[in-house]
């Protein structure tokens, strides 16, 4: 097995932010993902994002749960904590570091198999809860470490490499983060870094719930039916001594459209995406439109991106609490303990 490291020396005149990082600084292992992968296009513009705020890379906790996607936040942020949690399971991991220490930038990194499915449940109470976190969906309709099968966010209608049409409805995670309480909510593409990277920035710095959905194509699974040069039909016409996969690697996808605008995104599979980018005069605070319009959209084939939602004076989960200023895993034996009398107290207001 061969390990690809990268090596630690870099040019001396890199750009360096405020605090004297250079992008480097933000970067973590290389990616064994496909190559063109739109999930590392996402990792880039994290690491524009962390870059461009000046973060600390010791101030960002990363936790992931199971799936491509979460295995990326190795390849970001490779100074920072970091936490690969079980399936689906990322949220509740996050929601109880978060009560621990309030001080860390928290940024969720899940998948559309992670969080649409068997996560489903801990991702609806994790926004509704306004847990101050970036939680980030890779969204490509599939299962990729299990071969393609449909997820939950596959449109009905879609055929898989295979062939096969998903008779089922397909689950908007936006639309549920809207309907459920998100305070911020945005959907962008992979490959248009110029939208994703300020969207991030923005979720960083916003106090509360930020839910970023991001459409990611997935480039391993384009050997459909009907392809004499797919994995299925070589080995349907040849009696192979072993079982070999050669990954062809594909161009990342870039976009670049103005506000207000349509684009029409083909795929290698030479399907196409239909996006539409918000433009100015869209009103951003007003949740029950929001959620009109993405229907609307959706009606037409067109996926919105840009930042759909975010509410005005948002709190997060401390202040529905009322948790203390100090992170709770800095409190002293004396703030835990403060006696038997506090104690009574206590006591008799449960009365």
Excluded: W
């Amino acid at each position: 097995m061969t390990y690809v490291v990268k090596p630690k020396f870099h040019h001396p005149e890199l750009p360096k932010n405020k605090l004297g990082y250079t992008h480097r600084d933000y970067e973590g292992a290389v990616s064994t993902l496909c190559a063109g992968c739109g999930h590392d296009s996402i990792t880039a513009s994290i690491i524009e994002a962390c870059f461009e705020l000046s973060i600390e890379p010791h101030r960002v906790a990363k936790i992931s749960g199971i799936g491509c996607s979460s295995k990326t936040p190795t390849y970001f942020l490779g100074n920072s904590h970091g936490f690969n949690s079980v399936h689906g399971r990322m949220p509740s991991v996050l929601t109880g570091a978060n009560l621990a220490n309030r001080d860390l930038i928290y940024l969720g990194v899940s998948g559309d198999g992670d969080s649409a499915s068997i996560g489903f449940g801990q991702f609806a109470h994790c926004l509704r809860r306004g847990v101050n976190m970036v939680y980030i969906v890779e969204n490509n309709g599939v299962y990729g470490l299990t071969k393609g099968q449909f997820s939950a966010t596959a449109d009905r209608g879609s055929k898989s490499k295979r062939g096969v049409v998903n008779s089922d409805s397909a689950i908007d995670m936006v639309g549920i983060a809207l309907q459920i309480g998100a305070s911020f909510v945005a959907r962008s593409f992979s490959g248009d870094k110029k939208q994703l990277t300020p969207l991030i920035k923005a979720a960083i710095e916003h106090q509360g719930a930020a839910f970023i959905d991001v459409i990611s194509p997935c480039v391993a699974f384009n050997n459909h039916a009907g392809s004499t040069k797919s994995f299925d039909y070589v080995r349907e016409h040849n009696e192979a001594v072993n079982f070999l996969d050669f990954m062809t690697g594909r161009p990342p996808i870039h976009v670049d459209y103005a506000p207000g605008t349509v684009e029409r995104v083909e795929q290698h599979d030479g399907t196409v995406l239909t996006l539409r980018k918000l433009d100015a005069e869209y009103d951003v605070h007003d949740r029950l439109a929001a959620m009109s319009f993405l229907h609307h959209h959706a009606d037409l084939g067109q996926i919105v991106t840009g930042l759909l939602y975010v509410e005005r004076d948002a709190e997060d989960l401390h202040g529905h609490l009322n948790t203390v200023e100090a992170p709770l895993n800095a409190l002293s034996e004396k703030d835990l303990c403060p006696g038997a009398a506090v104690l009574d107290k206590i006591n008799a207001s449960l009365r």
